[in-house]
């Protein structure tokens, strides 16, 4: 299985009451993040099975606009093991109901999602690894430990797309 664990993209400022904070949706930015996170995976021809997503509405939201930008069309489903306040024992649970599928796209939260990723890359939990919002990493699990082949963040993202956009053949003649 190849396992994509993304941080849900940027939802303003974190709001003192839980029951607010977990109603607290995308900002615009957030929005433009996703849309670039799920061009950049597409570009990269990431194909999911399934995308499972926290119950809170700025990680849903994460996984609906980037499942549109991949061309999902099934339903996203939702976990309560990528909640903010989930173990990692939850998280292998949830991961082995779909151990059988080749593609599988989470969207969670930190610092949980950055501390599952540290966990499954190295078996103790001893590597850090620093997610931005909208961030999205590549983990193959197949390997024993399972190998982490990349993280992209939104502005890794954006200056990829900006030497691309660059002229690439070098202007020959000055008549």
Request: aromatic share 6%.
């Amino acid at each position: 299985m190849i396992l994509y664990l993304m941080r849900h993209a940027n939802a303003g400022l974190r709001r003192d009451n839980p029951v607010l904070d977990a109603k607290r949706g995308l900002i615009r930015e957030g929005k433009d993040q996703c849309i670039l996170m799920g061009r950049m995976l597409s570009t990269l021809k990431v194909q999911v099975d399934v995308i499972v997503s926290s119950p809170l509405k700025r990680a849903l939201q994460t996984a609906q606009f980037v499942g549109t930008e991949l061309g999902y069309e099934a339903r996203v489903e939702v976990n309560p093991a990528l909640a903010p306040d989930a173990d990692f024992a939850d998280f292998q649970i949830m991961l082995a109901q779909y151990a059988n599928r080749e593609g599988i796209l989470v969207v969670g939260h930190n610092p949980n999602l950055f501390q599952f990723l540290g966990r499954l890359i190295t078996g103790n939990g001893g590597a850090g690894v620093r997610m931005r919002k909208g961030s999205v990493a590549r983990i193959d699990m197949e390997k024993h430990p399972p190998l982490l082949q990349w993280l992209i963040d939104p502005r890794m993202a954006r200056s990829i797309y900006a030497s691309v956009a660059k002229r690439s053949r070098p202007k020959t003649s000055r008549k």
